[in-house]
């Protein structure tokens, strides 16, 4: 899907075999200032793999990764600096505090005195850290670990942010808490969250890439990937038994339908071609004076089109794979 604004970062063919495992298969996508794209997949799909490759941490086999059109391979440093990355597991020196830790990452980015202490204050006041700046990082718990990892990518206000799992093991407040920067960062930025957690996309995310196998099988809005699913349209009927048997044929008979499935709570009510049959349920529901209890219009589940587009792509990959 091509993006309407300049790129910030570009990939372009890339690939990445380990042994016998083709991690990466020519993937290729475009992410501009103001997106929040959720870099989606099963596990071993290539979705670290691809952001390693992004970082500068893996090199490819062929292609290429430009950040702010510096090639990661050809021009690292350059790249770097305008990178903020944040691996899966937000890896950090565990003996130290997230004081000395971040003054560490100050230090690398070249920042000394008091524009030093000035970076460490606005990482740790975004990240919401400085309760325990002074706490040895391996007593801190697993949302204040991501904090931390957070901080580091952050430190140096970067144009490009790469976040691999950043919500992976963090319970529902710190999940807001992080959607919640992520979402006021994103006007000014290029965001990439690698991730399996499809809500991460309704919360956050703009636009939406799904990598099965190594390859891109998906990429679209939130929106337009949930349409593709079977239930993009469809109507839910809750009925007594009795009602929903009266309903079930005359629902099917009607024109735009495609089936009535029976389920728990009722009859899902599936359209032909996902268009809009909402209306004409609720009208022939109301026209036979048939007892329901709720007649509700159903979005599109990304987890259904997750599912369809990547069982089949993913046959097989073993647990263990590449990610």
Same mark, same amino acid.
């Given at each position: 899907?091509?993006?309407?604004?300049?790129?910030?970062?570009? #990939?372009?063919?890339?690939?990445?075999?380990?042994? &016998?495992?083709?991690?990466?298969? %020519?993937?290729?996508?475009?992410?501009?200032?103001?997106?929040?794209?959720?870099?989606?997949? &099963?596990?071993?799909?290539?979705?670290?793999?691809?952001?390693? #490759?992004?970082?500068?941490?893996?090199?490819?086999?062929?292609?290429?990764?430009?950040?702010?059109?510096?090639?990661?391979?050809?021009? &690292?440093?350059?790249?770097?600096?305008?990178?903020?990355?944040?691996?899966?597991?937000?890896?950090?020196?565990?003996?130290?505090?997230?004081?000395?830790? =971040?003054?560490?990452?100050?230090?690398?980015?070249?920042?000394?005195?008091?524009?030093?202490?000035?970076?460490?204050?606005?990482?740790?006041?975004?990240?919401? +850290?400085?309760?325990?700046?002074?706490?040895?990082?391996?007593? +801190?718990?697993?949302?204040?670990?991501?904090?931390?990892? +957070?901080?580091?990518?952050?430190?140096?206000?970067?144009?490009?942010?790469?976040?691999?799992? &950043?919500?992976?093991? =963090?319970?529902?407040?710190?999940?807001?808490?992080?959607?919640?920067?992520?979402?006021?960062?994103?006007?000014?930025?290029?965001?990439?969250?690698?991730?399996?957690?499809?809500?991460?996309?309704?919360?956050?995310?703009?636009?939406?890439?799904?990598?099965?196998?190594?390859?891109?099988?998906?990429?679209?809005?939130?929106?337009?990937?949930?349409?593709?699913?079977?239930?993009?349209?469809?109507?839910?009927?809750?009925?007594?038994? %009795?009602?929903?048997?009266?309903?079930?044929?005359?629902?099917?008979?009607?024109?735009?339908?495609?089936?009535?499935? %029976?389920?728990?709570?009722?009859?899902?009510?599936?359209?032909?071609?996902?268009?809009?049959?909402?209306?004409?349920?609720?009208?022939?529901?109301?026209?036979?004076?048939?007892?329901?209890?709720?007649?509700?219009?159903?979005?599109?589940?990304?987890?259904?089109?997750?599912?369809?587009?990547?069982?089949?792509? %993913?046959?097989?990959?073993?647990?263990?794979?590449?990610?």
């Amino acid at each position: 899907m091509a993006s309407n604004v300049p790129a910030m970062i570009e #990939i372009e063919g890339l690939k990445k075999r380990f042994g &016998p495992i083709q991690a990466v298969d %020519d993937v290729s996508f475009t992410v501009g200032r103001g997106e929040v794209l959720g870099f989606l997949g &099963p596990n071993g799909a290539g979705k670290s793999t691809t952001m390693k #490759i992004l970082a500068g941490f893996l090199p490819a086999d062929s292609g290429r990764a430009r950040i702010m059109g510096y090639d990661v391979a050809v021009d &690292p440093i350059e790249a770097k600096r305008r990178l903020g990355y944040m691996p899966e597991g937000a890896p950090s020196y565990s003996d130290m505090t997230p004081e000395t830790f =971040l003054g560490f990452i100050a230090e690398v980015r070249n920042f000394r005195g008091a524009e030093r202490k000035r970076r460490i204050g606005d990482a740790a006041g975004l990240t919401q +850290l400085e309760e325990v700046m002074r706490q040895p990082i391996e007593t +801190l718990s697993r949302g204040f670990k991501r904090r931390v990892g +957070l901080a580091a990518a952050l430190l140096h206000d970067p144009e490009v942010l790469v976040l691999d799992e &950043p919500t992976d093991g =963090l319970d529902p407040n710190q999940k807001h808490e992080m959607r919640l920067l992520i979402r006021a960062m994103a006007p000014k930025k290029a965001i990439v969250i690698s991730t399996h957690i499809l809500e991460e996309v309704d919360a956050v995310c703009s636009r939406a890439i799904i990598i099965a196998r190594g390859r891109i099988v998906a990429d679209g809005t939130p929106g337009a990937l949930e349409a593709r699913s079977a239930r993009h349209n469809g109507v839910l009927v809750v009925a007594g038994a %009795d009602s929903r048997m009266r309903l079930k044929p005359l629902l099917a008979s009607l024109s735009g339908v495609a089936q009535v499935i %029976d389920e728990t709570d009722g009859l899902f009510v599936q359209p032909l071609d996902g268009r809009p049959i909402f209306d004409d349920v609720r009208a022939l529901i109301r026209q036979r004076a048939i007892d329901v209890r709720e007649v509700r219009p159903e979005r599109g589940q990304l987890e259904d089109v997750f599912r369809s587009v990547t069982i089949g792509a %993913d046959g097989g990959r073993a647990a263990g794979a590449a990610q």
